[in-house]
């Protein structure tokens, strides 16, 4: 029997036109055999927690240049709340000063990952965050 791949799904909410960071993160994703949905430039609070609730995903990831992550991520995480959407791990890419990620962590963020970060780092993050879903949904 296969094994049920882990679907992610990557947005980036906000203003931010700059996506490059965000496919990059795609393609590595899908080369380590995860599923993504992204969901393109320019996305809502309200359409990234739609998407996520319409593609059954595993996990979500944001990525956000803009400086507008206090703002954003905090809505996403409200909006998932309301749709008892709590045991999906959210991760975060992009630009957050050091003095921001307590505060994104205490929002509900699994992981920050800034500029730099290494691919294998973020897909043992994703795994690990999503092995308890993968488990439950394997039985």
């Given at each position: 029997?296969?094994?049920?791949?882990?679907?992610?799904?990557?947005?980036?909410?906000?203003?931010?036109?700059?996506?490059?960071?965000?496919?990059?993160?795609?393609?590595?994703?899908?080369?380590?055999?995860?599923?993504?949905?992204?969901?393109?430039?320019?996305?809502?609070?309200?359409?990234?927690?739609?998407?996520?609730?319409?593609?059954?995903?595993?996990?979500?990831?944001?990525?956000?240049?803009?400086?507008?992550?206090?703002?954003?991520?905090?809505?996403?995480?409200?909006?998932?709340?309301d749709q008892a959407m709590t045991d999906i791990p959210v991760f975060l890419g992009g630009i957050v000063p050091n003095d921001d990620v307590a505060e994104m962590k205490e929002a509900g963020v699994t992981a920050?990952?800034?500029?730099?970060?290494?691919?294998?780092?973020?897909?043992?993050?994703?795994?690990?965050?999503?092995?308890?879903?993968?488990?439950?949904?394997?039985?």
């Amino acid at each position: 029997m296969e094994e049920r791949k882990i679907r992610v799904l990557l947005a980036k909410p906000g203003l931010d036109g700059h996506d490059r960071g965000a496919k990059v993160i795609a393609r590595g994703l899908r080369d380590a055999g995860m599923e993504v949905i992204y969901t393109g430039l320019r996305q809502t609070p309200e359409m990234v927690v739609e998407a996520a609730l319409q593609e059954d995903v595993d996990a979500i990831g944001l990525s956000i240049l803009s400086g507008a992550h206090k703002a954003l991520v905090p809505r996403i995480m409200e909006l998932m709340r309301d749709q008892a959407m709590t045991d999906i791990p959210v991760f975060l890419g992009g630009i957050v000063p050091n003095d921001d990620v307590a505060e994104m962590k205490e929002a509900g963020v699994t992981a920050i990952f800034g500029p730099g970060t290494s691919m294998d780092k973020i897909v043992e993050a994703i795994r690990a965050a999503t092995s308890h879903r993968e488990a439950s949904s394997s039985g």
